[in-house]
């Protein structure tokens, strides 16, 4: 396992030489150079997982060197390896290597082809040093490198400036986050003297009482930085935005990995949520209100990428939940399988995308089924995830363990709202796919449904194929697969699986199976299942209404509009503190500080102007200011 | 005190008071030599007959008659000026002048008192003494005053050698 | 009590140079402003011996020469300019002699 280090090390070289050489390399080179950095790592990480497992120990470090120490608290660049780690790597490596391959395909002819995988692979490089670190100042290293990628990868297309503004709002948002977390590691290093994550929580186990205040703002500084990254209330608003970069971003950071950093970041220090119950709490009530917010929002998107955006929050919202009811195993297990299946639906958007030729409105598409069969038939893969539709499908599995678990903790309005999601989910899900797949002439959407004449949205004939490509429909499939059987990891025990992550996870985070009597197991999967059925045709008639809407002209009415601008968020945070910045700055315009620093020299002028008035010329006057300055010096030189 | 340093004494600040009261220059002239002769007897009453005579001498004799060609030169003039002007100056001379006297009469005196004569001999000594830098440059100043003056004073060249100048170029 | 010679020399330098400065702040005339700034110079001369004869020192009569070998230079060159003035035609008035005018 000494080889721990080469699993960042792979992708930061490849992204050092996509960033030297990469204005030199033609055609698909740089893609190439991207995959296969990416692909080594996938292979270290393979290769370091399978030695830890065969190991049976239930933690290995990993020092490289050390990067500072002073003052009795030290950072150095150290690699934990233990059952959470191989977890995240296993996910950040596998599915962003089928990424990269999708990317070499659907990437190509765009300009900046070698910066964008540069990029991508200086992104997966971060999010693998977030996973791996030891300490909490090595982990703010990843998180930075992560939020910085994120900027640089939504704002790709550039020469946009409304890509420029997306990627500024994720980057300023998530900052408001990232302060927050730096604060809680200063708090926690203060408090308990460390920065490693190890130390800290047994410190914290022996220092801090269940409850204590201390624990209590450590845990609410760290959750605000989770919030930020994760784009959960109240910091959710950079998501939707951030869709402006290419379907493989939105796949691989705003889907499978970044997002999770906050999910991850709360389990990789549960000791001390778990130390501060009231914190726990609202992690709970913060997923479950995300999930259900989001949910709302995605169903009256129209354009595809932000319902999927919207549902990202939305699943990031149940592994929330499922935090905060103690189900760590089950937040992670739902963030394992949510990478795969929403990866797989990002990735297949960009596909539909940009075969009909940038078309974002899902209003504009239909009868895709015909046109484009396999996206179909992976789309439907992931959809069957994304809604848990049993027997195949890994999300079935993750969040019906969620969903248990919530019963078990005992908090039954978050279970309603869990299952008030599960509704929202199916919704929009199928919504979703009646909009873009439907045969149009039996959904009512004849041709008069369009805005042009005679052409579909793609500006080709009706009927038509459109192939895909066997470069970005390999790593597909490869996903389709995984979506498929990934619930086998941890398959509910009472329909005959056996919780393998769950004891696996067990060995870095405690274990909370859904213990309870298998019979209840089953009655709340099918009550979820009733749900998700029920969900369906209501879906499909909205997606009725939203294509008899365009055809008509119609616009969003009052509540779907409030829901389509993600409950009016962005406006709330626009008056309260755009504004007041703004007016700071208004009239702040000739600014105080440099109006203090220019006054000396602005003084100075006026008083020479004052004192160029005593050289008047007139010597009688020169004669009689000597004769005063004369008495008055003689004055003071004797009675002072 | 000697009575004849105090009547001398008063003649001078008499004759110094109507100088500057004058209209016509030439009797303000006249009287500051009334002045300055006053004050070379106080001076000699005091002992220092060397600056006795030199007052004479130099300021009355030279300075003054100097003055003197000027004005005829010049032509006696007569300035007129408000009675009113007179305040201010006078309350700031008045002011000083407090000061000063307050200032001079509050000194110890020094252990001679007052009529110790001091005989020229030691005024050389002293003077060719400690003090030669000064007189060296005492006498550059005067030189560069008559360079000066000399230059001032010169009217215009003479036309032929105008005329010699520019044949020449 | 008596007045001694000291203190009467310096009152008598010292309102004769009060009178100076005042005749130099009235007078507009170029002439008589010189002639005021002889009277201050001359003062303050007399003030020097009589601190001279007072300490029975040479050094008093010393800076009684300095200050006329001074008061002469200046004289001779604020005449010479006077005499220049009025050659070129110029006025003497103090006033006027800032601005250049005629006389």
Redesign the interface.
């Known amino acids: 396992m000494d080889f721990l280090w080469l699993v960042p090390a792979f992708p930061l070289a490849g992204f050092l030489v996509l960033a030297f050489f990469g204005r030199g390399l033609r055609g698909r080179s740089g893609g190439v150079v991207g995959s296969a950095a990416a692909g080594l790592s996938m292979a270290a990480a393979i290769a370091v997982s399978i030695a830890f497992a065969a190991s049976g120990s239930s933690g290995y470090t990993l020092t490289l060197w050390s990067w500072f120490s002073s003052g009795g608290l030290a950072s150095s660049f150290a690699f934990r390896l233990d059952a959470l780690s191989v977890a995240m790597i296993l996910v950040v490596t596998v599915v962003g290597f089928l990424i990269h391959l999708f990317s070499i395909e659907h990437m190509a002819g765009e300009e900046g082809y070698p910066r964008f995988f540069a990029y991508m692979n200086l992104f997966v490089s971060s999010m693998l040093i977030l996973v791996l670190a030891d300490n909490l100042v090595l982990l703010y290293l990843g998180w930075e490198g992560v939020g910085l990628c994120s900027y640089l990868l939504i704002g790709f297309w550039y020469r946009d400036p409304a890509n420029g503004l997306a990627a500024r709002k994720a980057f300023i948002v998530t900052r408001v986050g990232d302060v927050s977390l730096l604060v809680g590691i200063f708090l926690v290093a203060q408090s308990l003297g460390s920065f490693g994550i190890q130390e800290s929580a047994q410190r914290a186990l022996a220092s801090w009482p269940v409850g204590s205040p201390t624990a209590i703002w450590a845990a609410a500084l760290i959750l605000g930085g989770a919030l930020g990254k994760s784009a959960q209330l109240p910091l959710q608003t950079w998501l939707p935005d951030a869709m402006a970069g290419p379907s493989p971003v939105s796949a691989l950071i705003h889907a499978a990995t970044m997002v999770t950093a906050g999910v991850y970041l709360v389990a990789r220090t549960h000791v001390i949520f778990s130390l501060a119950p009231p914190v726990l709490l609202a992690v709970g009530v913060i997923g479950a209100a995300t999930l259900v917010v989001a949910g709302a929002s995605a169903v009256v998107q129209t354009d595809i990428k932000r319902v999927l955006a919207y549902s990202t929050m939305s699943q990031i919202g149940y592994m929330f939940l499922a935090l905060g009811v103690g189900a760590w195993t089950g937040a992670i297990f739902h963030l394992v399988t949510h990478a795969f299946f929403k990866s797989l639906l990002f990735l297949a958007a960009g596909v539909i995308i940009n075969a009909l030729h940038h078309e974002h409105d899902i209003r504009r598409m239909g009868g895709l089924s015909k046109r484009m069969p396999f996206v179909f038939w992976v789309f439907l893969i992931g959809a069957f995830g994304l809604t848990a539709l049993p027997p195949v499908s890994s999300g079935f599995a993750s969040k019906d363990g969620i969903l248990a678990a919530v019963w078990e903790s005992g908090d039954y309005w978050l279970w309603i709202a869990g299952l008030v999601g599960v509704f929202l989910t199916s919704l929009y899900t199928f919504r979703l796919l009646f909009l873009v797949f439907g045969d149009r002439a039996r959904d009512g959407r004849a041709r008069d449904g369009r805005a042009r004449d005679g052409l579909d949205a793609a500006g080709h004939g009706e009927e038509g194929p459109l192939p895909t490509h066997a470069g970005m429909a390999v790593p597909l499939a490869i996903l389709a697969v995984l979506c498929l059987f990934g619930g086998l990891l941890d398959f509910p025990s009472f329909l005959g699986g056996v919780p393998f992550l769950s004891a696996f996870l067990g060995g870095a985070l405690p274990f909370s199976a859904a213990g309870g009597a298998s019979g209840t197991e089953a009655l709340l999967s099918a009550i979820s299942l009733a749900v998700t059925l029920a969900g369906i045709p209501f879906g499909r008639m909205l997606a009725r209404r939203s294509a008899e809407a365009l055809r008509a002209g119609r616009s969003e009415p009052g509540f779907g509009a409030f829901l389509k601008k993600g409950w009016l968020f962005d406006s709330a945070y626009a008056f309260l503190f755009q504004r007041p910045f703004e007016w700071i700055a208004r009239i702040n315009r000739r600014d105080i500080v440099d109006r203090a620093s220019e006054g000396f020299g602005a003084a100075n002028l006026s008083l020479s102007l004052v004192l160029r008035r005593s050289q008047t010329g007139r010597i009688r006057l020169y004669v ?1 200011a000597l ?2 300055g ?2 008055l010096i ?2 003071a030189a ?1 009675f002072l | ?2 009575p004849a ?2 009547v001398s ?1 008063l003649i ?2 008499a004759a ?2 109507l ?2 009261v004058q209209r016509n ?1 030439v009797h ?2 006249l009287y ?1 030599i009334v ?2 002769f006053a ?1 070379a007897v ?2 000699l009453i ?3 007959s ?2 006795a005579a ?2 004479i001498v ?2 009355a004799g ?3 008659v ?2 003197v060609f ?2 005829m ?2 032509g006696a ?1 007569s ?1 007129t ?1 408000k009675p009113s ?2 305040i ?3 309350l ?6 407090a ?7 509050g ?1 110890p ?10 005989a020229p001999k ?2 050389g ?3 060719f003494g400690p ?1 030669l830098l ?1 007189s060296e440059i ?2 550059f ?2 030189l ?3 360079v ?6 010169r ?1 215009d060249e003479p036309p032929s050698a105008e005329a010699g100048k520019e044949q020449s170029r | 009590m ?11 330098a ?10 130099l ?5 170029m ?2 402003m ?3 700034t ?2 201050m110079l ?1 003062a303050a ?2 003030a020097f ?14 800076m ?3 200050l ?10 604020g ?6 003035l ?2 070129k035609g110029k006025s ?2 103090l006033d006027s002699i800032v601005s250049g005018e005629e006389r």
């Open positions: 009689a004769a005063l004369a008495a003689v004055a004797v | 005190m000697n340093l105090l004494g001078a600040v110094t008071i100088v500057i220059a303000a002239l500051l002045s300055l004050l106080s001076m005091l002992g220092a060397f600056a030199l007052e130099v300021y030279a300075i003054l100097l003055f000027v004005v030169m010049v003039a300035s000026f002007a007179w201010l100056p006078a700031l001379g008045a002011a000083l002048l000061e000063l006297v307050y200032v001079s009469l000194r005196a020094g252990q001679a008192g007052g009529a110790a004569s001091v030691a005024v000594m002293a003077l003090y000064g005492a006498a100043l005067l560069s005053g008559l000066g003056a000399f230059r001032l004073a009217r | 008596t007045i001694q010679a000291t203190d009467f020399g310096l009152a008598v010292a309102i004769i140079f009060a009178a100076g400065l005042v005749g702040l009235v007078r507009r005339n002439l008589f010189l002639l005021c002889e009277i001359n001369g007399f011996i009589v601190a001279g004869a007072s300490w029975a020192s040479a050094q008093g009569q010393v009684f020469i300095f006329l070998a001074v008061a002469a230079a200046e004289v001779a060159v005449l010479a300019l006077v005499v220049f009025f050659g003497l008035e």
